[in-house]
């Protein structure tokens, strides 16, 4: 296992890249814990598979150095990197057994014959192929090949680290959970440091101690799941994390006091904001009221989602949602918005800034 620092590191795939937006990794410096386990969350094209491709040695970064445990692995091979990778499809033999696939890289290492029994009986048991173990890998489903895939991921415990690239595409929904829960289980028994690239925040957050949201080649926030939901550090996490996403309301900022159209919301400490100054408000901390205070809202719809309710309104023109308990009554005469205390986050420019005088 290792400790992975990234150093000023940036990737562009043109020749001779002038501006930032040549990027399609913007600079980053940061350090992957040894041991943690980490999900790469963003949507399509947001620079997860070019970070990851960089961090295994598939693509030379045109800037800055990747370190293992200190020592420069930049320009290394992956070969020379001991990792183990998993895929968003299969990769298999499919003239070998489901056993020979999983053994094979313990028998490149040499591994003694009784060791490796022992961990390919281990890892098929995690991927519930035990009685497919002598069946050869021709003719096996997608799904089936996948967890081939995972288990020769998993299967040697040696590895500075494991790096997964939406692993779980083809695998089936019920299969999928399982999964979920056995990587989760084979990183509290071994520890390994753990990189798991995802566009499903579902998925992200279950995995992972912590999560590493990428927006447009850029890293906007590392952090615990509950800090992603309680304070998105930029209005691109607070959209991508929960469901629904977070409210952004445009809003003038003077001190401790916002501006919300003709509505005035007090806020928790005196804010300095320049630039575009947004509200982020979650729809679980907004509060339906029908008094005169508060943010003027229409109800446009409500949703019964199960567990609880998803309310639309209408605020401004612009919709807003807000989550009520499955046995709320909303009453008709709904007319204003407010929000719940400790629930509003402000933004400049998209970024999240703290009260004058605060900790972040
Ligand atoms: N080989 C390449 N040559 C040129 N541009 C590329 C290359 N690979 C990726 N890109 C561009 O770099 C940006 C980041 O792509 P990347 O594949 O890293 O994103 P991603 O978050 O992994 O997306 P996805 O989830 O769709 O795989 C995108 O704009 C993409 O078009």
Known sequence: MAKITLDNLAH???????????????????DWVDGEAYALLGSSGCGKSTLLNIISGLLIPSQGRVLFDGKDVTTAPTADRNIAQVFQFPVVYDTMSVRENLAFPL?????????????????AAMIDMEAQLDHKARGLTADAKQKISLGRGMVREDVNALLFDEPLTVIDPHMKWELRTQLKKLHHDFGHTMIYVTHDQTEALTFADKVVVMY???????????????????????????????????????????????????????YAATGKTQLGVRPEFIRLSSGSDGIPATIRRIEDVGRHKIVRLDVGGKEISAVAAEGENIAADTNRITFA??????YADDWRITPQGAAA
């Open 12 to 30: 562009s795939y043109l020749p001779n890249p002038q501006q930032e937006s040549d990027f399609a990794l913007k600079e980053l410096n940061h």
């Open 107 to 123: 028998k490149n290492r040499k591994m003694d014959t009784a060791e490796i029994k022992r961990r390919v009986q281990k890892v």
């Open 216 to 270: 447009d080649g850029r890293v906007v926030q590392i952090g615990t799941p509950q800090e992603l939901f309680e304070r998105p550090a930029h209005t691109f996490v607070g959209y991508f994390i929960g469901s629904p996403g977070m409210n952004l309301f445009d809003a003038q900022i003077d001190g401790n006091v916002a501006r919300v159209g003709d509505a005035t919301v007090q806020l928790d400490g005196s």
């Open 341 to 346: 205390p400790g629930g509003i986050n402000v």
